[in-house]
């Protein structure tokens, strides 16, 4: 077995739909038997059916068949098997769904023959980390590391018999965000390019990669889901409430909003974590960083 490539890629927004299994519904030690359950059902040909032909031309990978780990609220190792689609796609009765945001994705190649690739996770995750590439953290480990099953990679069997497949996870964008002939607006708290800022036309300041950048208001009762997700990415933030305290004590805190700044280096994975959370709220409440949608 031998890893022959690791590289970054960013996924675009996406929906993951498929089903949920634990540690109870192994046979084996694998989740060999629920793979063939799919395969007898047909259920990734209903799913298949569900991505419009432009889906593929989004994501090039977007077709391939994932098995998904992630950690639930308690800790317990969580494996999915089922694809991912775009936003917005609704889930089949007896299915699930996770809602993603543009993502940085590490993968990694495994090549060898089965079943020795299968189970190297711990392998591709350190070759990762060597390259220099920072896993994206939950509360209870990796926020999400999946088996990707890319045709035709891994379908199609070289002469000695190999096949390759992809371990992707979750990975913080790259640091050092290019300030190169930008500026800052200390006022509208704005990158941007050009001579004056677009909001309050006075000229900015060079852009520093640790100028505060406001990337949205969030509704008062995500304030602490926000804190427990952009802790769990060592996201540096402030958040100020926006309608003053005599306002929060008169109605509560639904009608109060909090207004977001993090430094600019970490906006574009701030603004990602911002807009998972505004979704979650805005299709049905806000769940646990951890917790699945169904």
């Known amino acids: 077995m031998d890893i022959v490539n690791v590289y970054r890629e960013t996924a675009p927004p996406s929906r993951f739909i498929g089903k949920r299994y634990t540690d109870m519904d192994r046979a084996g030690g694998s989740f060999g038997a629920k ?3 799919w395969h007898q059902h047909g259920w990734f040909a209903l799913l298949e059916g569900l991505a419009p032909p432009e889906w593929a031309g989004t994501f090039p990978e977007a077709q391939s068949y994932i098995g998904l780990m992630r950690w639930d609220g308690g800790g317990a190792m969580e494996y999915w098997i089922g694809l991912f689609l775009p936003p917005g796609t609704g889930a089949p009765e007896g299915f699930l769904s996770i809602d993603y945001p543009a993502t940085d994705l590490g993968v990694c190649w495994l090549k060898g023959r089965m079943p020795e690739i299968f189970s190297r996770e711990e ?37 000695r018999g190999n096949v390759i497949l992809d371990i992707v996870a979750a ?16 006022r509208d708290f704005l990158a941007f390019e050009g001579e004056t800022c677009p909001e309050c036309k006075r000229p900015g300041a060079p852009l520093q990669p640790d100028d505060p950048i406001f990337i949205g208001e969030l509704p008062g009762p995500l304030r602490n889901a926000l804190q427990i997700a952009f802790s769990a990415r060592d996201i540096p933030f402030t958040a100020l409430p926006h309608m003053g305290s005599g306002f929060t004590m008169a109605a509560g805190d639904l009608l109060e909003t909090w207004r977001v700044y993090v430094p600019f280096e970490r906006s574009a994975e701030a603004d990602s974590a911002l807009g998972g959370l505004l979704t979650g709220w805005r299709t ?4 646990s960083p951890n917790e699945p949608r169904g």
Do not use: N
């Open 35 to 37: 793979w063939d359950e």
């Open 123 to 159: 392998e591709c995750l350190d070759r990762m980390k060597a390259e220099g590439f920072t896993l994206r953290q939950g509360a209870h480990g990796p926020e999400m590391v999946a088996e990707r099953y890319q045709s035709p990679r891994f379908t199609d069997e070289d002469a």
């Open 284 to 287: 049905g409440g806000a769940p």
């Open 171 to 186: 990975i913080e964008p790259e640091l050092g965000a290019d300030t190169a002939g930008r500026q800052y607006c200390d």
